[in-house]
């Protein structure tokens, strides 16, 4: 049995309107329809993934209710839904003459600006929706207020919405990542630490204000308190494995690798396809000199991420240890096929060829190098070295020339330029850049003499370094 409305006793009223709508269309009639029911239809095509049919709605909808401006937004939004932001913001500013003041209008305004990459005016219209917002609404407004901010640069404005929306809900995860990462930004390592500490005093539990507030305590070069606070984080989230990846770089930082290498490990408990992990792993077992571990480590990083670099030259990097330098090579090469502008996969690319025999190659790694880090402070003594083996004097002052006008304080530089002078037989210039280096790196004299022994019995030389001696 039907009733007034056409539905049958078991369906539900949504679905007798539905019924209603669909039958109106069939018989190519016009019934009448309240603004409560054609938003139910809107909001139940919508549902079905159906955007002609809830158009379908709003035209009929017009026809009976013109001037409704929630009816307006509610179209507005399905245009925003088949990405037709332009159609919408014709609709949303109708609505906007009639009833200036609904906060759903200004919100779904924002968002098609923020689709629109109109920061400015999304943030207009955001600030417009806060007004007329209740607390739980405030909340979200005030992030995507944030973001918006963060967009045109405006860090210290959307430190403030972030922190008024953690005063709404001091829990709201997204607001306290967010705020860290603003702090981290504006590098207000101060500012990020008082907030963070003044944070916990009221929210002790927060194992995300722990995380900020240690990776601030890093930053700041406070290790060891850095890692307390990622050691609070942990014992409120046992499996927080960011923390425990943040602490073994803290260790790491330290050179304490045996440290390192566990609080890795631990991560793998929670992360197990984690390339990084096993990279981080690998690279700790690499510098306690385990290189067959570290190869492990780092292959099944480069598994898990084909395209990870850095797990391929650290597998190129061991084999160099092990003199295995044929091995090696292919890895660095693969490394560099996948990240064609880092200084120091060349580098080592360059010392591999060099252990093979390869100098011109070599040389040309290290003109690469040079390319791409100018200032690396090790470079031009060994592209000069090489470029003063092949003979090729010339070249070899030219880059010593620009190194040391480039790199003043550069001790090991210095001292390589004077002793190329001394077996140049320029000993005019080779004294006086001598005489620049005792005067600003007496205590690292021994790189001359472990490039030119000969300057140990030169008695200008002496007398030179007994002066700065005694000064």
């Known amino acids: 049995m039907e009733n007034e409305f056409g539905a049958t006793p078991e369906q539900s009223p949504e679905m007798a309107i539905v019924k209603k709508f669909e039958d109106m269309l069939s018989a190519k009639t016009a019934l009448f329809f309240d603004v409560d029911e054609f938003e139910d239809l809107i909001d139940y095509y919508n549902s079905k993934g159906e955007p002609a049919k809830s158009l379908q709605v709003c035209e009929y909808a017009f026809q009976q209710h013109p001037k409704t401006a929630s009816l307006l937004v509610s179209c507005a939004q399905i245009y925003v839904a088949i990405h037709k932001p332009q159609e919408a913001l014709k609709y949303l500013n109708m609505a906007e003459s009639m009833e200036p003041f609904d906060i759903e209008l200004f919100y779904t305004k924002a968002s098609i600006y923020s689709q629109l990459r109109n920061s400015d005016r999304a943030i207009e219209n955001y600030k417009k929706a806060l007004q007329y917002a209740d ?14 901010s963060e967009n045109v640069q405006k860090h210290d404005e959307a430190i403030k919405y972030l922190k008024n929306a953690l005063f709404l809900n001091p829990e709201n995860e997204t607001a306290l990542y967010e705020l860290g990462f603003c702090f981290d930004i504006i590098k207000d390592l101060d500012g990020g630490k008082e907030y963070f500490e003044k944070f916990l005093d009221d929210n002790p539990y927060s194992h995300i204000a722990w995380f900020n507030l240690g990776i601030t305590f890093g930053k700041m070069n406070l290790l060891e308190k850095a890692i307390e606070c990622y050691d609070f984080a942990i014992a409120i989230k046992e499996d927080f494995s960011s923390a425990y990846f943040n602490k073994a770089h803290c260790f790491s930082q330290q050179d304490l690798h045996e440290e390192a290498l566990e609080c890795f490990k631990e991560t793998l408990q929670f992360d197990v396809e984690d390339a990084l992990s096993y990279y981080y792993i690998g690279e700790s077992y690499e510098k306690l000199e385990k290189y067959s571990k570290a190869i492990a480590f780092y292959r099944k990083a480069s598994e898990l991420d084909e395209f990870l670099a850095d797990a391929w ?72 070295t090489l470029y003063e083996k092949s003979g090729e004097t010339e070249a070899a002052m030219d880059f010593y020339c620009r190194g040391v006008q480039d790199q003043p304080k550069n001790a090991r530089l210095l001292y390589n330029f004077v002793a190329f002078l001394f077996k140049l037989g320029d000993l005019i210039n080779a004294l006086f850049y001598l005489d620049t ?33 005694v000064r």
């Open 135 to 148: 607390d739980g609404e405030k909340e979200d407004i005030l992030l995507q207020l944030a973001f918006e």
């Open 313 to 384: 030259l650290g597998i190129g990097s061991c084999y160099f240890e092990l003199d295995r330098f044929l091995d090696s090579l292919s890895y660095i090469k693969k490394a560099i096929e996948l990240d064609e502008l880092n200084p120091d996969y060349f580098y080592l690319l360059g010392d591999v060829q060099l252990q093979l025999g390869f100098e011109e190659e070599a040389l040309n790694s290290y003109l690469k190098v040079y390319e791409l880090d100018e200032y690396n402070p090790d470079i031009i003594v060994d592209i000069c």
């Open 437 to 469: 280096a005792l005067k600003e790196f007496y205590s690292e004299m021994d790189e001359l003499f472990n490039v030119y022994e000969e300057a140990k019995y030169n008695p200008q030389v002496i007398e030179l370094i007994e002066f700065y001696k």
